[in-house]
């Protein structure tokens, strides 16, 4: 067994590829052996996968830029590894009345079909064998569901669900194009008050003859990449002042843009700010030490004079006044103190200002006591 492991380890480091299963959205990886009968036009292959790897019959896989549809998957003779028979989808189940939007499928009899340009089949009587996952998609159709494939109009005349295969037997009908409008939905953005190095999220939600399509394939735009990008996530990064206009794109369906927003950088504030220790209540014969500094454009200044001054005393009279005093310790920092027991219940404002400057920091304080 260790030489099998060995052998089969040295092949997936070696040949492996990246698979993605469609329906889930998981990856494991896994290599490959073709078929090498070249009398069939059938993309068949052997995959080889560890046992641990999300496969199961009737998976729909995704890697090359193509779809496989697991036809088996072998009972497995050891614990390294099972192999899967797959095949190359060659059709997709888009219904008029869009219950099941862009569905791949294997047309097991398309192949050996007469064909016209490529596109328009000739098919004696009339019917064609498709499989499909049988999953959440594939449940949703009806027999009598309409759709158009090949440059023909069919029509589900059976299904029916054998080991996580979907069976779809589809009629010919007589052609009918139905009509899609496409169109896309896009989330506000702020168009204003938007500065560089600001960021945001452009959403857009995909519509076909307003039934909500949740996997549609969307691109994004900047009209100006200096003032902002946008990644294919719709991820925003404005970076300079200007106007730019994002633009979504559903590949040749529709195509949607935001309107203007503008990118100012906010103007340089140079006023003058104050900052003071809160202080709720002082207990009289009970100094408190405060800080204080001022800011100008919110950066600190200490180079800017802060004065003091006590107003609204609930008693004014100058012999209650005189209690009250500030002491500036020259650290950016005060003694406030208040003497006597006759100031007990009384209340003051305690502003800091600067002259000369539209700034103040104001704060009622109660007088307490500490017994």
């Given at each position: 067994m260790n030489v099998l492991n060995d052998v089969f380890n040295r092949a997936m480091a070696r040949e492996h590829k990246t698979v993605t299963v469609r329906t889930s959205g998981e990856e494991f990886n896994a290599f490959f052996r073709k078929n090498a009968d070249t009398t069939t036009r059938k993309d068949t292959m052997v995959m080889f996968y560890g046992i641990d790897a999300p496969v199961s019959v009737g998976s729909l896989l995704c890697f090359g830029g193509n779809t496989y549809l697991v036809l088996n998957k072998e009972t497995a003779e050891n614990t390294v590894y099972y192999k899967s028979a797959i095949i190359r989808t060659n059709g997709a189940i888009t219904t008029h009345n869009l219950s099941v939007i862009d569905l791949p499928f294997y047309g097991a009899d398309v192949n050996n079909d007469n064909t016209t340009g490529n596109t328009h089949l000739t098919i004696i009587d009339g019917n064609v064998d498709v499989m499909t996952e049988d999953n959440a998609d594939s449940r949703n159709l009806q027999i009598g569901d309409k759709l158009n494939e090949w440059g023909r109009t069919w029509s589900i005349s059976n299904l029916f669900y054998v080991d996580g295969i979907c069976h779809v037997?589809?009629?010919?009908?007589?052609?009918?194009?139905?009509?899609?409008?496409?169109?896309?939905?896009?989330?506000?953005?702020n168009s204003y008050n938007v500065q560089p190095e600001d960021t945001d999220t452009l959403t857009v939600t995909a519509y076909i003859n307003n039934v909500r399509?949740?996997?549609?394939?969307?691109?994004?735009?900047?009209?100006?990449?200096?003032?902002?990008?946008?990644?294919?996530?719709?991820?925003?990064?404005y970076l300079a002042d200007g106007s730019v206009i994002f633009t979504a794109t559903w590949g040749d369906y529709a195509t949607a843009e935001t309107a203007s927003v503008t990118v100012v950088t906010a103007p340089v504030d140079d006023g003058v700010a104050i900052y003071v220790d809160p202080l709720e209540a002082i207990c009289y014969d009970f100094p408190e030490t405060l800080r204080y500094y001022a800011t100008r454009g919110g950066v600190r200044d200490d180079s800017i004079p802060v004065l003091f001054r006590i107003e609204n005393l609930s008693n004014p009279a100058p012999a209650y006044q005189k209690r009250i005093t500030i002491t500036d310790n020259g650290d950016h920092t005060i003694e406030l103190a208040v003497n006597g027991s006759v100031m007990y219940q009384k209340s003051f404002d305690l502003v800091a200002y600067v002259d000369g400057e539209d700034a103040e920091n104001r704060q009622r304080i109660k007088i307490d006591s500490l017994f």
């Open positions: 037997v589809l009629e010919v009908e007589q052609d009918e194009t139905p009509i899609y409008n496409y169109r896309l939905e896009l989330s506000n953005l399509v949740d996997d549609a394939a969307i691109t994004f735009s900047s009209s100006n990449n200096d003032v902002a990008t946008i990644s294919a996530e719709g991820e925003i990064v």
